[in-house]
């Protein structure tokens, strides 16, 4: 199979759509200028926690990143704690949106603490945030890096 065979190209839906149905193949992986997006569904939680546009999600549980497998995220931080990326759209439970996971994000919610340059991490985050990955811990959980936390703008860096 030669380059980019395998990659899809063409989309039915907009960054900010959303579907009860998967309309893109669930897991699929969508780039845009310097950004990597997620087809993902979205999962409310224990807590019943709404998607808000422009907030951090985790995978859900056991959904964890595993190739070809489903991904199922939630902004109820009690049900996971890998970051997936940013949601782009307020999606409802139980169905499809996209997810970015690399690339320059705003987001619609203040960082819980941090500087510029520091790493973001969903751990010890409120729901739908990002804190300061404490120093010298052994975190693993890395979503990024603010780049401006007065602007709530963050360099995303999550698994996909």
């Not at 807590?47 to 985790?58: D, M, P, R």
């Not at 890998?82 to 994000?105: D, E, L, M, R």
């Not at 987001?107 to 790493?119: E, P, S």
Request: glycine share 12%; proline share 1%; hydrophobic share 40%.
């Amino acid at each position: 199979m030669g380059t980019n065979e395998s990659m899809k190209k063409v989309f039915q839906t907009k960054l900010t759509d959303t579907s009860t149905l998967d309309l893109e193949g669930i897991g699929v992986i969508r780039f845009e200028g310097a950004k990597v997006y997620k087809w993902c569904t979205y999962n409310s939680g224990t807590g019943t926690v709404a998607a808000v546009a422009g907030n951090t999600v985790v995978y859900h549980g056991d959904d964890a990143v595993v190739v070809d497998s489903a991904c199922d995220v939630t902004m109820d931080y009690t049900d996971g704690v890998i970051c997936a990326g940013a949601i782009q759209a307020i999606v409802a439970s139980g169905s499809y949106g996209w997810v970015q996971t690399k690339g320059i994000a705003v987001l619609t919610t203040a960082l819980t603490a941090g500087a510029d340059g520091d790493q973001m991490t969903p751990v010890g985050a409120a729901d739908g945030t990002l804190d300061v990955v404490v120093t010298g811990a052994i975190n693993g959980n890395i979503a990024g890096y603010a780049i401006d936390v007065s602007a709530k703008e963050v360099l995303l860096d999550c698994p996909w």
